[in-house]
């Protein structure tokens, strides 16, 4: 019932998973579970077999790549998802660009979409293929609502211009089929 930021809701249930038995194994993917009650694990470069009285496979998320999607154009350098854009920004200390388009409306795509502003890039749109934003409420209004980013509704990039960078997205409005 409590509105919590990612990082506030994972120390607090990270610090309540600390006080179980369970074991944790981070980058870790698990190959194969056996009725014997093992499983085959690989991580960090080795496989290990792994035997357990209970098992959950908590697997995170896992972006869908642009090049998943029905996109065409070409295959330029300066497409991110959102937690890539993420990961090379606050890990990498990299730039990602000027100018910014977001393709879907979740709290990620919201929350990056905040941060390119405060680093003074232009975030020129965020197409969204349903009705509404995604994403929680508060994000809505902090990062999408506070810093004026135009969304499209009904929207979504179907075609990708440039070569070797990005120089354009061609994005088609479902509801008016332009």
Not at 39 to 61: P, R
Not at 93 to 119: H, K, N, P, T
């Given at each position: ?13 990270f ?28 991580g ?118 440039g ?16």
């Amino acid at each position: 019932g409590n509105e919590m930021t990612v990082p506030e809701y994972s120390v607090k249930e990270f610090r309540r998973f600390e006080k179980t038995s369970a074991v944790y194994l981070p980058g870790t993917r698990v190959l194969e579970i056996r009725p014997d009650r093992t499983a085959l694990a690989a991580g960090y470069g080795e496989i290990t077999e792994v035997a357990f009285s209970e098992c959950v496979i908590a697997s995170g998320c896992t972006e869908k790549p642009l090049w998943s999607l029905p996109v065409t154009g070409t295959r330029p350098e300066g497409i991110y998802t959102a937690g890539e854009a993420q990961e090379m920004i606050e890990l990498g200390g990299y730039d990602v660009g000027e100018r910014i388009f977001i393709l879907g409306s979740g709290d990620i795509g919201q929350i990056m979409a905040r941060r390119f502003c405060q680093l003074g890039k232009t975030v020129t749109g965020m197409a969204e293929i349903g009705d509404h934003l995604g994403g929680m409420k508060r994000n809505q209004e902090e990062c999408v609502k506070a810093y004026g980013i135009p969304v499209m509704l009904y929207s979504t990039v179907t075609q990708i211009h440039g070569y070797p960078r990005l120089e354009g997205v061609t994005v088609h409005h479902l509801d008016t089929d332009l």
